[in-house]
């Protein structure tokens, strides 16, 4: 149901986290399971967003009267700004057999179907939340309300319907073929339908992109050479940098090795082959031998 259009003064800016945004868990984030009538949503209750933000398509499923608002911009962490047209005053929902209420703002979530940030977090009062056991305590009308959160950190066996279901909504990005035990051994075949799924850029990086193409483009040739190249010059008569004594032999082992080569060269008169033997030894001090 649409309203009239209002000018809507929130008083702050709207902000939401990335990880409300991308659908991402979150250190300071727990996921929630409710129902608004007959419909199930997936609530994400988040510390990193300030207001209450409610998918559009679920809002038209279940009839949320709506006001119609202009000049409303939600900004997302990454600097991207999302553009809210509606508004509801009052969603009724219930989690956990316990009934809420409060406002929310309308824009089109592809992680979650509600977000509920620090604006109705600040109506709870006072709250005892532990991140580790993902429950979180507080009180309404003197009566202590539990929510336990889910843990999403395991493996569900799901059907074809709602794999489609989650490809429609582009939420699908990669897929793995785990056997099942029933499956292994049979000779029934097992197709999977390739699944396309779409990931949303930033259009400020796209613009970047655009106009620093030549920038960004992929290299072909090698790197023009330079005019000059640097150097180091040292200074005559310097020591080594960091050089490490010669450890394999000493002077008096490397002596008979060199008077056994330069004699086996004299012996070898008749040979073409002309054998330059270089040798050295470098000492403790720094100097060469």
Same mark, same amino acid.
């Given at each position: 149901?649409?309203?009239?259009?209002?000018?809507? *003064?929130?008083?702050?800016?709207?902000? @939401?986290?990335?990880?409300?945004?991308?659908?991402? !868990?979150?250190?300071?984030?727990?996921?929630?399971?409710?129902?608004?009538?007959?419909?199930?949503?997936? *609530?994400?209750?988040?510390?990193?967003?300030?207001?209450? =933000?409610?998918?559009?398509?679920?809002?038209?499923?279940?009839?949320?009267?709506?006001?119609?608002?202009?000049?409303?911009?939600?900004?997302?962490?990454?600097?991207?700004?999302? #553009?809210?047209?509606? =508004?509801?005053?009052?969603?009724?929902?219930?989690?956990?057999?316990? $009934?809420?209420?409060?406002?929310?703002?309308?824009? !089109?979530?592809?992680?979650?179907?509600?977000?509920?940030?620090?604006?109705?977090?600040?109506?709870?009062?006072?709250?005892?939340?532990? =991140?580790?056991?993902?429950? @979180?305590?507080?009180? *309404?009308?003197?009566?202590?309300?539990?929510?336990?959160?889910?843990? &999403?950190?395991?493996?569900?066996?799901? *059907?074809? &319907?709602?794999?489609?279901?989650?490809? &429609?909504?582009?939420?699908?990005?990669?897929?793995?073929?785990?056997?099942?035990?029933?499956?292994?051994?049979?000779?029934?075949?097992?197709?999977?339908?390739?699944?396309?799924? $779409?990931?949303?850029?930033? !259009?400020?990086?796209?613009?970047?992109? #655009?106009?620093?193409?030549?920038? =960004? &483009?992929?290299?072909?040739?090698?790197?023009?050479?330079?005019?000059?190249?640097? +150097?180091?010059?040292?200074?005559?008569?310097?020591?080594?940098?960091?050089? +490490?004594?010669?450890?394999?032999?000493?002077?008096? #082992?490397?002596? !008979?090795?060199?008077?056994?080569?330069?004699?086996?060269?004299?012996?070898?008169?008749?040979?073409?082959?002309?054998?330059?033997?270089?040798?050295?030894?470098?000492?403790?001090?720094?100097?060469?031998?």
């Amino acid at each position: 149901m649409l309203g009239c259009e209002e000018e809507l *003064v929130t008083g702050q800016e709207l902000q @939401m986290s990335l990880n409300a945004m991308r659908g991402t !868990p979150g250190a300071q984030t727990m996921c929630v399971a409710g129902t608004c009538g007959k419909r199930s949503l997936q *609530v994400l209750i988040d510390t990193g967003s300030t207001h209450n =933000f409610l998918d559009s398509h679920i809002a038209r499923k279940v009839g949320c009267e709506l006001v119609k608002v202009t000049g409303v911009v939600v900004e997302v962490a990454n600097g991207q700004e999302l #553009q809210c047209e509606h =508004f509801c005053k009052e969603f009724t929902w219930c989690m956990q057999n316990q $009934t809420f209420t409060t406002e929310v703002f309308i824009l !089109p979530l592809d992680s979650y179907d509600l977000i509920l940030g620090a604006s109705w977090l600040a109506t709870l009062g006072e709250i005892t939340w532990n =991140f580790q056991t993902l429950q @979180m305590k507080f009180w *309404v009308d003197n009566k202590a309300h539990v929510l336990q959160g889910q843990n &999403k950190h395991y493996l569900e066996l799901t *059907v074809n &319907k709602q794999i489609h279901k989650l490809q &429609k909504s582009h939420q699908v990005s990669s897929m793995q073929l785990v056997w099942h035990k029933e499956y292994w051994n049979s000779s029934q075949p097992i197709q999977l339908n390739a699944l396309h799924a $779409t990931v949303s850029t930033w !259009p400020e990086l796209q613009q970047t992109l #655009q106009d620093y193409a030549d920038v =960004f &483009k992929d290299l072909k040739t090698l790197p023009p050479s330079r005019s000059h190249d640097h +150097r180091i010059i040292l200074k005559e008569g310097a020591a080594p940098v960091n050089a +490490r004594p010669y450890s394999n032999s000493t002077k008096w #082992q490397t002596d !008979p090795h060199l008077q056994s080569l330069i004699l086996a060269k004299q012996q070898d008169s008749s040979s073409h082959i002309q054998y330059n033997w270089i040798s050295g030894c470098l000492k403790e001090k720094g100097s060469w031998l």
